[in-house]
Antibody, heavy 127, light 110 residues
Framework: QLQLHESGPGLVKPSATLSLTCAVS??????????WGWIRQPPGKGLEWIGT???????YYNPSLKSRVTISVDTSKNQFSLELTSVTAADTAVYYC???????????????????WGLGTLVTVSS | QSVLTQPPSVSAAPGQKVTISCSGS????????VSWYQQLPGTAPKLLIY???KRPSGIPDRFSGSKSGTSATLGITGLQTGDEADYYC???????????FGGGTKLTVL
């Protein structure tokens, strides 16, 4: 049974870099046609897609966050990571990692959905 | 302001049926597949529907999805108190090159 588990600091200072890791168990991150992604949810608000990575390193990012986001993958550890730079209070949220079916091709109907989610981890940006 | 528009709340009695709408445009729902998620209080979202109308293994057939033009609908029949949750629609926006979600709909089973 596939399981994803987020880990990282729960408190980050303004202007610092938020770093989270998602450990995948019950399946290989590289033996899959799936991508792996991050989604966040500010307290009391809705979901926001952050970005997605394939085990080969192919990445796609939310355009509004692209200048501050890096998602990387470590197949040897079966995990992937998120870095978000220059954080502010607006980045306070529960961060989820999720297995992602990701197909986008010009002229074809895109298919993007998240079928396995981690429990989420709350990251608060505060001094 | 979400790219996809959902009603903030819906309610119905146990055993009844409810529908939740998700409105978008030709750059998202109109030309891409839609998914739906259930988020029970204090938990992570869970995939309910993908590819507009397909249910993952383990999701009861009380949950259904449909799409017409630039709108999608989630239907839930035989409502149970355990269905009280927030429901989100999601898809890809080809113009924004962005994964987008609706603002969420809170279902209350009276």
């Amino acid at each position: 049974q596939l399981q994803l588990h987020e880990s990282g600091p729960g408190l980050v200072k303004p202007s610092a870099t938020l770093s989270l890791t998602c450990a995948v168990s019950g399946g290989s991150i590289s033996r899959s046609s799936y991508y792996w992604g991050w989604i966040r949810q500010p307290p009391g608000k809705g979901l926001e897609w952050i970005g997605t990575i394939y085990y080969s390193g192919d990445t796609y990012y939310n355009p509004s966050l692209k200048s501050r986001v890096t998602i990387s993958v470590d197949t040897s550890k079966n995990q992937f990571s998120l870095e978000l730079t220059s954080v502010t209070a607006a980045d306070t949220a529960v961060y989820y990692c999720a297995r992602t079916f990701f197909y986008t091709s010009k002229g074809d109907m895109a298919k993007v959905f998240f079928d396995n989610w981690g429990l989420g981890t709350l990251v608060t940006v505060s001094s | 302001q979400s790219v996809l528009t959902q009603p903030p709340s819906v309610s119905a009695a146990p055993g009844q049926k409810v529908t939740i709408s998700c409105s978008g445009s030709s750059s998202n729902i109109g030309n891409n597949y839609v998914s739906w998620y259930q988020q029970l209080p204090g938990t992570a979202p869970k995939l309910l529907i993908y590819d507009n109308n397909k249910r993952p293994s383990g999701i009861p057939d009380r949950f259904s999805g449909s799409k017409s033009g630039t709108s999608a609908t989630l239907g839930i029949t035989g409502l149970q108190t355990g269905d009280e949750a927030d429901y989100y629609c999601g898809t890809w926006d080809s113009s924004l090159s962005d994964g987008v979600f609706g603002g969420g709909t809170k279902l209350t089973v009276l």
